[in-house]
T-cell receptor, first 115, second 113 residues
Framework: GAGVSQTPSNKVTEKGKYVELRCDPI?????LYWYRQSLGQGPEFLIY????????DSGLPNDRFFAVRPEGSVSTLKIQRTERGDSAVYLC?????????????FGPGTRLTVL | RKEVEQDPGPFNVPEGATVAFNCTYS??????FFWYRQDCRKEPKLLMS???SGNEDGRFTAQLNRASQYISLLIRDSKLSDSATYLC??????????????FGAGTQVVVTP
């Protein structure tokens, strides 16, 4: 079956612009996660959705970052007033349900470059 | 101090040799652990879970040492295709009981002919 998909694969924007990154999880997966990965680092947790609600958004760095999952499937990560420091690969993952022993399946990521 | 720490490497390994590396974690309440593999400019993929008693999957062996708070990964008979970054994942208990992943920065392994 299809895995997690993310669009766009690459996004170049200018400082101060608004961007939206989309994630389409594996069908039937109720849990969805967003991570950010900088060069030479591991993925850093941003936000976790269980169904439509954000169950844990403790990783969002500031209020310029916001994510939604209105129908419990596709999610959009929104970044306002982008800064050069936002440049990274944004990874989305999903799992059937959340849990300490449950594998998370990752999408290929969106490489965001802020000029 | 970081929650999860890994030696970044690179570990340069001749084909056919054995390589092993550790991942240390700071929170003694951590309840579960994984190794993920990440190829260059690709997404992380699950390599194996780490069980308390240790576990093996083909040429890969994972161990957990709760007393010293580290997990290890050993790769036997290394193949060129094992070249990748290996990410340690620690799942904390208590306040992150929903299963929040904490990643290490990764250990790079380069297998040479």
């Amino acid at each position: 079956g299809a895995g997690v998909s993310q669009t766009p694969s690459n996004k170049v924007t200018e400082k101060g612009k608004y961007v939206e990154l989309r994630c389409d999880p594996i069908s039937g997966h109720t849990a969805l996660y967003w991570y950010r990965q900088s060069l030479g680092q591991g993925p850093e947790f941003l936000i976790y959705f269980q169904g439509t609600g954000a169950a844990d958004d403790s990783g969002l760095p500031n209020d310029r970052f916001f994510a939604v999952r209105p129908e419990g499937s596709v999610s959009t990560l929104k970044i306002q007033r982008t800064e050069r420091g936002d440049s990274a690969v944004y990874l989305c993952a999903s799992s059937f349900i959340a849990g300490a022993y449950n594998e998370q399946f990752f999408g290929p990521g969106t490489r965001l470059t802020v000029l | 101090r970081k929650e999860v720490e890994q030696d970044p490497g690179p570990f340069n390994v001749p084909e056919g040799a054995t390589v092993a590396f550790n991942c240390t974690y700071s929170n003694s309440a951590s309840q579960s652990f994984f190794w993920y593999r990440q190829d260059c400019r690709k997404e992380p993929k699950l390599l194996m879970s780490v069980y308390s008693s240790g576990n093996e999957d083909g040429r890969f062996t994972a161990q957990l040492n709760r007393a010293s708070q580290y997990i290890s990964l050993l790769i036997r008979d290394s193949k060129l295709s094992d070249s990748a970054t290996y990410l340690c994942v620690v799942i904390l208990g208590a306040t992150d009981s929903w299963g929040k992943f904490q990643f290490g920065a990764g250990t790079q392994v380069v297998v040479t002919p």
